[in-house]
């Protein structure tokens, strides 16, 4: 799927306020994946490789079959 960074920005936009109520929304980086994923600029794989990486170092967050202290 190609798309143009317009229209990505703006669809990013509404849907990352969305996500934000459920402490879901994306950071520049993680966009910048999306991104590239929606342009095949990167596989299915490196993008989930990637985004599991970047979430997994944010602070407070637990990937699964971590336990909670």
Do not use: C
């Not at 990637?50 to 944010?58: G, T």
């Amino acid at each position: 799927m190609k798309i143009t960074r317009q229209e990505f920005e703006k669809i990013f936009r509404r849907t990352n306020a969305s996500w934000s109520y459920e402490d879901a929304e994306l950071n520049d980086e993680e966009k910048e994946l999306l991104w590239k994923r929606l342009n095949e600029e990167i596989t299915d794989e490196e993008f989930n490789l990637a985004l599991f990486e970047k979430k997994s170092k944010r602070p407070g967050i637990k990937t699964s079959g971590e336990e909670t202290p």
